[in-house]
């Protein structure tokens, strides 16, 4: 696929101080685009040459201007998210925040005359099912300790498309939906972190025992984040007017393989794993069909599990970065 079509594009990258944003934005700068970085709070993090940091609230309709105003390409990467423990106890937290952000975005991107609009989906819109889940098989049915925040993402979903076919100005759009990233810039902090930032945190200190919330026996989609950008900048170069893509590895794991890996990885083998079945847990089975992604974008994953687990964690366990 020809990349070169994003050298000197005009692309907002909002919630650019996250984890996807972070990576997507030395990406593109690597590619040649003129990136602007927008995030909630002054950006604390190494600056690139080139990049336009702004400073934006975007649950606001003048933040939401700012951040659209002279862009081509719009990337909606940030969000209102966090761990397992919140959704299970306040399952209305990324409600609100997130719709306002996702409707104010959309509108000030169509008002300014955005050529395109992309949404950092989930792969939670899907329904329970042991079965590969294809981009059609969204429909509304949810995995019932994921509704709210599936239910927003795919409500938002259909805000997007709304503004691809019925708007008088119609944006083209690209909903990706990622499988279960990680690596470098993810978000390590308590009450912050999903399932493997967490895990690599504890095991990196050396926690013994170590304790899992629910059986281990959850088998997911995890995707190094560098083959997440890779294909998102390649779903960037489409001209299609409205496309819905997995992103993810196509191979799903047992959690408990990917504890055993991680505390092999960081020295910590020796602790004993105590499962606490009583917590809550994650969607017990998530298959992700990404033949649509390889078809389209002439892409494959280039890291394996193991080795993005070991990045990961030499990424975590430099000393700049412990605190993250």
Same mark, same amino acid.
């Given at each position: 696929?020809? =990349?070169?079509?994003?050298?000197?594009?005009?692309?907002?990258? /909002?919630?650019?101080? !996250?984890?996807?944003?972070?990576?997507?934005?030395?990406?593109?700068?690597?590619?040649?685009?003129?990136?602007?970085?927008?995030?909630?709070?002054?950006?604390?993090?190494?600056?690139?040459?080139?990049?336009?940091?702004?400073?934006?609230?975007?649950?606001?309709?003048?933040?939401?201007?700012?951040? /659209?105003?002279?862009? *081509?390409? +719009?990337?909606?990467?940030?969000?209102?998210?966090?761990?397992?423990?919140?959704?299970?106890?306040?399952? =209305?937290?990324?409600?609100?925040?997130?719709?306002?952000?996702?409707?104010?975005?959309? *509108?000030?991107?169509?008002?300014?005359?955005?050529?395109?609009?992309?949404?950092?989906?989930?792969?939670?819109?899907?329904?329970?099912?042991?079965? /590969?889940?294809?981009?059609?098989?969204?429909? !509304? #049915?949810?995995?019932?300790?994921?509704?709210?925040?599936?239910?927003?993402? +795919? +409500?938002?979903?259909?805000?997007? #498309?709304?503004?691809?076919?019925?708007?008088?100005?119609?944006?083209?759009?690209?909903?990706?939906?990622?499988?279960?990233?990680?690596?470098?810039?993810?978000? +390590?902090?308590?009450?912050?972190?999903?399932?493997?930032?967490?895990?690599?945190?504890?095991?990196?200190?050396?926690?013994?025992?170590?304790?899992?919330? !629910?059986? !281990?026996?959850?088998?997911?989609?995890?995707?190094?984040?560098?083959?997440?950008? #890779?294909?998102?900048?390649?779903?960037?170069?489409?001209?299609?007017?409205?496309?819905?893509?997995?992103?993810?590895?196509?191979?799903?794991?047992?959690?408990?393989?990917?504890?055993?890996?991680?505390?092999?990885?960081?020295?910590?083998?020796?602790?004993?794993?105590?499962?606490?079945?009583?917590?809550?847990?994650?969607?017990?089975?998530?298959?992700?069909?990404?033949?649509?992604?390889?078809?389209?974008?002439?892409?494959?994953?280039?890291?394996?599990?193991?080795?993005?687990?070991?990045?990961?964690?030499?990424?975590?366990?430099?000393?700049?970065?412990? *605190?993250?």
């Amino acid at each position: 696929m020809n =990349l070169e079509v994003l050298s000197g594009k005009k692309i907002t990258v /909002a919630g650019a101080s !996250g984890f996807i944003g972070q990576n997507l934005v030395q990406r593109l700068r690597s590619l040649g685009a003129q990136v602007k970085a927008v995030s909630r709070e002054p950006y604390s993090g190494d600056r690139l040459a080139g990049v336009d940091y702004i400073t934006a609230d975007l649950m606001t309709q003048e933040g939401a201007r700012t951040a /659209a105003q002279g862009s *081509e390409v +719009f990337v909606m990467a940030a969000a209102a998210s966090s761990g397992a423990a919140v959704m299970a106890n306040s399952p =209305l937290a990324h409600l609100v925040p997130n719709v306002v952000m996702n409707a104010l975005t959309l *509108e000030a991107a169509m008002q300014a005359g955005v050529e395109q609009y992309c949404f950092l989906s989930s792969n939670t819109v899907y329904p329970p099912g042991d079965n /590969a889940m294809s981009e059609p098989d969204a429909t !509304g #049915e949810f995995f019932q300790t994921y509704e709210v925040v599936a239910g927003m993402k +795919f +409500f938002s979903e259909k805000m997007a #498309e709304f503004f691809s076919t019925r708007a008088h100005h119609q944006m083209r759009v690209l909903i990706a939906r990622p499988g279960n990233l990680y690596g470098p810039h993810d978000k +390590f902090a308590d009450g912050k972190s999903k399932v493997i930032p967490a895990l690599i945190k504890r095991a990196v200190n050396k926690e013994n025992p170590f304790t899992v919330w !629910g059986d !281990g026996q959850d088998i997911k989609d995890f995707l190094y984040i560098d083959d997440f950008i #890779e294909a998102l900048v390649r779903a960037l170069a489409l001209e299609s007017k409205f496309e819905v893509l997995n992103i993810a590895s196509g191979k799903s794991v047992r959690l408990q393989e990917v504890i055993e890996a991680i505390l092999q990885l960081s020295g910590n083998s020796h602790a004993e794993v105590n499962y606490d079945e009583s917590k809550p847990s994650m969607i017990p089975v998530r298959h992700i069909d990404i033949s649509l992604a390889k078809e389209k974008l002439g892409w494959v994953p280039q890291v394996d599990l193991e080795t993005g687990l070991a990045r990961t964690i030499e990424w975590y366990t430099s000393s700049s970065r412990r *605190e993250n």
